[in-house]
């Protein structure tokens, strides 16, 4: 079947969201993959041990050489501003651990949160379309310990406030899209390993 590629058309913010192995970075690789020629990766996650420097490498042979692709572990709205950022897609991979490193760099909620409001008009600033992954970290338990439920609760508010603002959401679950907000072709909701 026939894609229509969303290059070109009006800027779009792609929101998805669900769990850990989800299938949430498949599914936007595949979105990217499919409608935009000129890819722009953007990684949030720092390598700290052998075992990350190792998936970082795996991710960015899997994502092949069509993708250009950034380490931006803190700079994420500066990274979205930038003339590097015109046209194309950007995705971005993923805001958990980009929050994960602003609470390391023993940043209040407040100041946290105020870090989030910077990206959101991040967001609506750049000409770009923007696929956001995120993960959903509310479904589960309450945790034992303080810094947990400030991340936790940190996490919400930053997806209630990228999910506002995108065109089209979807929660992952199994390796299927689901749609919150917005329209996709049905085929496009379907990933698999």
């Known amino acids: 079947m026939a894609h229509t590629t969303l ?5 779009k913010t792609i929101f998805i969201t669900g769990g ?11 979105l990217a993959n499919r409608h935009y020629q000129q890819k722009t990766f953007i990684a949030t996650c720092q390598a700290g041990d052998p075992e990350m420097v190792e998936r970082i490498r795996q991710h960015k042979e899997q994502r092949g050489p069509d993708w250009r692709t950034l380490e931006i572990p803190i700079a994420l709205p500066d990274a979205l ?3 590097d950022s015109k046209g194309g897609v950007v995705l971005v991979d ?7 490193n602003l609470l390391a760099e023993d940043l209040s ?23 956001i992954v995120s993960n959903e970290v509310g479904t589960g338990i309450v945790p034992q310990n303080r810094l947990a439920r400030v991340f936790r609760d940190i996490i919400g508010v930053t997806n209630q406030r990228l999910a506002v603002i995108a065109d089209t959401v979807v929660w992952m679950v199994a390796g299927i899209g689901v749609p919150i907000k917005g329209v996709l072709e049905l085929d496009e909701l379907k990933t698999g390993p």
């Open 109 to 131: 909620e407040d100041e946290t949160l105020k870090r989030v409001d910077v990206l959101v008009t991040a967001i609506k600033e750049t000409t770009c379309s923007i696929i």
């Open 81 to 83: 501003v930038s003339p």
């Open 7 to 11: 290059e070109g058309k009006r800027k």
């Open 94 to 100: 993923c805001l958990t651990l980009w929050v994960n």
């Open 20 to 30: 850990c192995r989800s299938g949430k970075s498949r599914f936007a690789l595949e």
